[in-house]
């Protein structure tokens, strides 16, 4: 089963409106990360974010990182319609991955 | 820089057909090498991961297997298909080199598979 799990599920909002996207994991991390996936296309990976760092800022994204509640937070501020798509987060291990079963954001122009 | 490709990008295949799926990688040395499979509308599996030439894991029992045959190659196959094997196949790399605790994947465009 995955670990991660975002919420919500599915996401509307319209452009200009900000969109926060939550992850809950269950293990103890080094890192996490979130990937960005277009419609039909791979993985991009956004941000990560380490187990001692509390939030983590790139462009319009912020993350944040609560470990004592292992859950992570993506917020993406003044949305545009391009940030469409569907988000996941990941943390990993050895040589492994597990990706949570993502939240898919549209944004309405 | 370093790319990834796979192809085919679409592929339909009858039940009981062998499969093929290529994952090349360019620009980097002795990467780590992943396949995922994705259900629509859901997050990834992880099915196989290769850390060497010649160096498989699998991660969840299955139709399908993968080989290394080169440094920076990656197959899919499987001899006979299963209607459940129809999804999106993600190849991934990352660097090697970090046991305990990896960092970033690079994905490729995937391959998107139908059974019939």
Redesign the interface.
Known sequence: S?Q?EEDPQALSIQEGENATMNCSYKTSI??L?W?RQNS??????LI?IRSNEREKHSGRLRVTLDTSKKSSSLLITASRAADTASY?C?T???????????T?LKVLA | SQTIHQWPATLVQPVGSPLSLECTVEGTSNP?L?W?RQAA????Q?LF?S?GIGQI?S?VPQNLSASRPQDRQFILSSKKLLLSDSG?Y?C?WDTSGS????????????T?LLVL
Do not use: W
């Open positions: 995955q991660g080094n890192n990360q990937y039909g296309r791979g993985l991009v990976h990560l996941f990941a990993s291990g050895t040589y492994k991955y597990i990706f949570g079963t993502g898919r | 780590n992943y995922y509308g859901r997050g990834l992880l991961y850390v894991s991660e999106f993600l991934a046991y305990f605790s990896q960092e970033t994947q690079y994905f490729g465009p995937g998107r």
